[in-house]
């Protein structure tokens, strides 16, 4: 039986290139997207050039307990038994500067469940799958340094929902090792633009000074890091925390740039 692998988020972005990286391979694959219809069924076309077996895209609000409920039925009704591969893609960001007592309750509820309890809910749906088919991976993402659970200042909903997500993840993959699940967590450098969207080919001889490797990142980075975490010869690997930065100290990039923007606001 074909391996189906789910993408959350999987229409933009970062999430994109992890479609057509997958693509590439025999497996089933389901799309899952919020709002864009039209470049969602536009994506599926162009994947279906490529590959040759079922390929869905959903529409669903994976922040919301009773959609991703609805997500797994449909998987389930277009004949698909079991989803193997589960990839949490999808997560939302506030890109407004904001310390935590300005974020609104509804801002912070929006942070928490889009990031970690999205996780849950979409995992607790498909964990019993995986646990029957004896095999199953799940990835989550996190942030440069996640793994000694950072501040971020300004980004406080943000960054406690992907620590979280740190946790449940390792939790997961001490829970589930039993079941012949693995659960890792990949943490994206600092990919910016239309660069989540390009191949490795197209970063090399471009130019990034930041970057201790010497050149941008690319969706392309992450989505081979996921599809080897996902090939049935790395079942040893569970558990991990693995960034893929180039080198770059995203945070302390950060970091610097809020002091000279302070200096900046005192001087």
Known sequence: MKKTVLITGGVKGIGRKVAETFASQDVNIVINYRSDEKAASKLVQELKQTNQNVVLAIQADVSRVTDCQRLVDIIKERGIQSVDILIHNA????????????YSIE???????????????????????????????????????????PGWMYRSAFAAAKSGVASLTKTLSMEEAGNGVTV??????????????KRITEA???????????????????ARTIAFLCDPGSDFITGAIIPITGGKDVLGKIYRQSERSEKDLLN
């Open 91 to 102: 997560g939302p960001y506030i890109n407004e500067r904001k310390s935590m007592t300005d």
């Open 184 to 197: 890792n967590m990949v943490c994206p450098g600092d990919i910016r633009g239309d660069w989540k969207e």
């Open 107 to 149: 801002e912070w509820d929006y942070m928490i469940n889009g990031n970690l309890s999205a996780v849950f809910y979409l995992t607790k749906f498909v964990l019993p799958m995986m646990r029957d088919q004896q095999w199953g991976r799940i990835i989550t993402y996190g942030f440069d340094r996640i793994d000694t659970t």
């Open 204 to 222: 090399i001889g471009e130019t990034d000074h930041e970057t201790p490797i010497g050149r941008p990142g690319t969706g392309e980075d992450i």
